[in-house]
């Protein structure tokens, strides 16, 4: 139903917006029928109002009806696989914010898919559900990943001493994926440190998976997923925006305002902060149901409340039309 509101809250009866609202009542009165042994009051309570009255013929009651029987011709089978994917990959993409610590509303480049290669709706799907601006598939996801790399101390300190300390630092510096492909490849690898050759082989290290900066991965069953944590001004700007629409709908409801009424909106913000309401007015206006959008004082009888936007103070009122 998120992903559908738009639809339903089109302003013209197109055919999509139709489809939509066919799809719901299709799934509230098969939903009724399915329930009625279950929950009989409720169910015939919804059966009545959706359906007696509106479809001529229509049984007078839900305990009437014949009881649902699937159409086995309407499943589509692709579909079902792919949503499983959309699913995992949405999955795993929340998982990757979660260990970076950034919000959903924050905006994000890109979102990188290995293992799974969907159509543009469902790319758009997962777009919208991690609030990324593009999707792309990999065969290969090295290049976001690397290998953490530490002596074993077990084996080393009797070998090489004092140097174990160089060894370590020395580690540090390598790229880590060369270095393990090296050790599969030749089984040890060969270097200089402080004039003395040393040679490791993998019992000699300590080797763990880890993220290279500016992306986290998360990964189950054949599906990678890397997300890119740069941030540039143009996304944090659309991150503000995402937090602030986010303090107004709450503020509505506090407020008790209905679902469809109009609202002013006045804001004082920081300097930082303020300049990217102005910009993006007419985007929080229309996610907000917002008339009046405007950097001013509170009037004296609309409902005010200070925020922290993403680290940037900021004043917002709401008041009905």
Request: hydrophobic share 40%; charged share 25%.
């Amino acid at each position: 139903m998120r992903l559908s509101k738009s639809r339903f809250w089109g302003k013209d009866w197109t055919g999509d917006k139709k489809a939509a609202y066919e799809t719901l009542y299709t799934v509230l009165t098969t939903l009724c029928k399915l329930a009625a042994p279950y929950v009989p009051f409720m169910t015939e309570s919804m059966y009545r109002k959706l359906v007696v009255g509106n479809v001529s013929g229509a049984p007078e009651s839900v305990h009437l009806c014949d009881y649902p029987v699937a159409d086995e011709s309407l499943i589509d089978a692709r579909l079902e696989a792919e949503m499983e994917e959309v699913m995992a990959a949405v999955q795993l993409g929340r998982a990757c914010r979660a260990t970076a610590n950034i919000k959903v509303r924050q905006a994000l480049s890109t979102l990188y898919v290995k293992g799974a290669k969907l159509s543009d709706a469902c790319a758009a799907l997962i777009r919208d559900e991690l609030n990324v601006e593009d999707v792309q598939y990999i065969e290969d996801a090295r290049a976001f990943t690397t290998y953490q790399i530490k002596p074993q101390l077990r084996t080393l300190g009797r070998r090489y001493g004092k140097l174990v300390p160089a060894i370590g630092e020395y580690l540090k510096t390598v790229d880590g994926n060369a270095f393990v492909d090296a050790l599969d490849k030749d089984g040890s690898v060969k270097f200089d440190v402080q004039g003395s050759v040393v040679e490791l082989s993998k019992d000699d290290c300590l080797i763990a998976p880890a993220q290279k900066e500016g992306f986290v991965s998360q990964n189950e069953n054949d599906m990678t997923v890397v997300i890119d944590t740069n941030l540039t001004p143009a996304l944090i700007e659309k991150g503000y925006v995402r937090e602030v629409i986010s303090k107004l709908q709450t503020m509505r409801k506090e407020a008790g305002f209905d679902v469809v009424d109009r609202i002013a909106v006045t804001y004082q913000a920081s300097d930082t902060l303020a300049p990217v309401l102005a910009r993006n007015a007419e985007t929080i206006s229309a996610a907000v149901l917002a008339t009046a959008f405007a950097q001013a004082e509170a009037p004296a009888d609309a409902y005010r409340k200070d925020w922290n936007i993403n680290g940037e103070k900021a004043t917002l009122s709401v008041k009905k039309n």
